[in-house]
C-alpha cells in the first residue's frame, strides 16, 4: 500500500483488499465474543478471551481434539 501510487488501481485495490480483511476481522472478534458469552457468562468470558498465554506455554494444551473438530 505504502508502495503505490497515490490515486493508482493498484492502491485502490490494496486499500479495498484491506478494508475487507478489517471487516472480516470485526465480524470474526464479535462472533467469538458472542460464543464466549454463551458458552461462559458475560462476567467471566472477557477474562477468558483476553488471557495471553505465557511463551513457554503451547498454543493448544490438546492437538488431538482440535484436529477433531
Known amino acids: 500500500y505504502m508502495r503505490a501510487k497515490e490515486g493508482t488501481l493498484e492502491k485502490e485495490a490494496v486499500q479495498k483488499q484491506i478494508a475487507e480483511v ?6 470474526v472478534d464479535r ?10 457468562g458475560k462476567d467471566v468470558a472477557p477474562k477468558l478471551v483476553n488471557v495471553i498465554r505465557s511463551p513457554e506455554q503451547p498454543i493448544v494444551d490438546d492437538w488431538d481434539c482440535l484436529k477433531s473438530m
Do not use: P, Q
Open 22 to 27: 478489517m471487516a472480516h476481522r470485526v465480524r
Open 31 to 40: 462472533s467469538v465474543e458472542v460464543i464466549s458469552h454463551l458458552l461462559f
